[in-house]
């Protein structure tokens, strides 16, 4: 099983639509992070949280909010999707105090809005 | 701010060459540079680190540099098959722990 899992893996939408992306780890990281990726873009940070109590903005949080339900769970929510958030989103572990600061990235989900 | 640039954008070579992928990072102040393969569609699986006290990293036919004085790192591929043939993606951690990507580069290797 993987470690790090995202639901769904793909979604179709409509603009104006709420929608939420789940991510779950079996790592015991307390780190979790969330990115979108897009054409030659590369990834950027979009939020990113070091416990369950502790939540920060990335680079281009704007249209975006976050849940962190448990220390294994990190939702990702679009309030009112637009068509320029169609992208390709990752979440990323961390472990705290890992001499190689390694991030550990899920397979992604594809989200298109129409 | 931290910028990370990888050269060239795309890259084809024949089956059997050796490779040279480069990346640059504008702030030297880096604790660790991570190298990544993605394959279309799919997630990014961790190929290297770095620590920013380390010169290099290898594994199997990858071997990674880095020299943080210059802002450089460089991802050698040895004798490329076509199964090596991906997206490779150079990140940068800065102090706080944020992962600062390039862009990618590319690779197809052709039979």
């Known amino acids: 099983d993987a470690d790090v899992t995202q639901t769904p893996r793909n979604r179709i939408t409509k603009t104006g639509k709420r929608i939420m992306l789940e991510c779950s780890q079996t790592?015991?990281?307390?780190?979790m992070y969330w990115y979108r990726q897009d054409p030659g873009l590369g990834l950027r940070l979009i939020y990113y949280s070091f416990d369950v109590k502790d939540i920060n903005k990335g680079e281009i949080s704007d249209g975006y909010s976050v849940s962190r339900q448990a220390q294994a769970k990190f939702s990702l929510s679009l309030e009112s999707a637009i068509p320029n958030q169609t992208a390709l989103y990752f979440c990323?572990?961390?472990?705290?105090?890992?001499?190689?600061?390694?991030?550990?990235f899920g397979p992604g989900t594809r989200l298109t809005v129409l | 701010k931290q910028e990370v640039t990888q050269i060239p954008a795309a890259l084809s070579v024949p089956e059997g060459e050796n490779l040279v992928l480069n990346c640059s990072f504008t702030d030297s102040a880096i604790y660790n540079l991570q190298w990544f393969r993605q394959d279309p569609g799919k997630g990014l699986t961790s190929l290297l680190l770095i620590q920013s006290s380390q010169r290099e990293q290898t594994s199997g036919r990858l071997n990674a540099s880095l020299d943080k004085s210059s802002g450089r790192s460089t991802l050698y591929i040895a004798a490329s098959q076509p199964g090596d043939s991906a997206t490779y993606l150079c990140?940068?951690?800065?102090?706080?722990?944020?992962?600062?990507f390039g862009q990618g580069t590319e690779l197809s290797v052709k039979p």
């Open positions: 990140a940068v951690y800065n102090q706080g722990g944020k992962l600062i």
């Open positions: 790592k015991g990281h307390d780190r």
């Open positions: 990323a572990t961390r472990g705290r105090g890992e001499t190689y600061n390694e991030q550990f």
